[in-house]
């Protein structure tokens, strides 16, 4: 999108700012709640699933060869290798990180009353950001109250040496994580992607000349619109902010639930 509303090298753009139109996009996303990774659109768990039942030892060869390496004994910590692996699966990216509470970085915080299935549950055992001593697996979707408390239910690997799933209290300690289904970019319940249909794009006319409109820069023209920016007296961020909002405007985006109502 950033070639279409902010080409660099634009006549309307003396300063040059449209070059870093996509990082400021991206900056103000990630300060809006996104974090490490994205979930992708696959199911996580139904990967995950394959290997419910499988044994850190007697199914040593199997979780071995699907997690890329031996997951036997107490110098294998692999909980986060499995939830990692599983978001892969799913055309995602975890963190990387073979530490389970590198996942506190990971996606958006979500209320655990609204827990979806393949949300990263993260028990932090207290402890912070990539420090030992955490435990994560993958929500099922599935819910329930437990002597007064809300509890989820977790398909995680390396649980008491195997695949296994079962109930967790939603307490102090827990953290639910969601990815968005596109690539870095978080987006609340409902919203499948921050990328517009390929048909809108399509449908957006070429500019086909500049003209002068509300604001210094912003063109618009009648019927379908084309928005240019030339981004005078604007840092990228602020710029980014600017061209999301007329792309909001002329779309009429903010009358449909889309990713644009929340940014």
């Known amino acids: 999108m950033g070639s279409t509303y902010a080409p660099p090298g634009a006549a309307n753009d003396p300063s040059g700012l449209n070059g870093g139109w996509a990082a400021g996009v991206r900056k103000q996303m990630n300060a809006l709640g996104a974090g490490a990774g994205f979930a992708g659109t696959g199911d996580a768990v139904a990967w995950a699933e394959k290997y419910k039942g499988m044994n850190e030892y007697t199914d040593n ?129 409902g919203v499948t992607s921050q990328v517009p249909p390929a048909s809108v794009i399509q449908n957006v006319p070429t500019p086909s000349s500049p003209g002068i409109g509300v604001g210094a820069g912003d063109v618009r023209s009648m019927g379908p619109v084309a928005i240019h920016i030339n981004g005078s007296g604007h840092d990228p961020e602020a710029l980014a902010t600017l061209v999301q909002r007329r792309i909001d405007e002329s779309m009429n985006w903010r009358t449909h639930d889309t990713a644009s109502e929340y940014t």
């Open 61 to 189: 060869r199997v979780l071995a060869a699907a997690l890329g390496g031996d997951v036997r004994g107490r110098s294998n910590a692999w909980c986060a290798r499995f939830v990692n692996k599983a978001i892969e699966a799913a055309g995602g990216k975890g963190t990387g990180s073979a530490v389970a509470n590198s996942f506190q970085r990971y996606g958006s915080a979500i209320d655990p009353a609204k827990v979806m299935r393949s949300d990263v549950l993260l028990q932090t055992g207290g402890k912070g950001y990539m420090q030992t001593g955490g435990h994560v697996g993958l929500a099922t979707g599935e819910t329930r109250m437990h002597n007064g408390r809300l509890q989820v239910k977790m398909l995680a690997g390396n649980d008491n040496d195997s695949v296994r799933e079962h109930w967790i209290d939603a307490d102090h300690n827990l953290m639910v994580r969601r990815g968005s289904a596109g690539s870095g970019v978080n987006v609340p319940q």
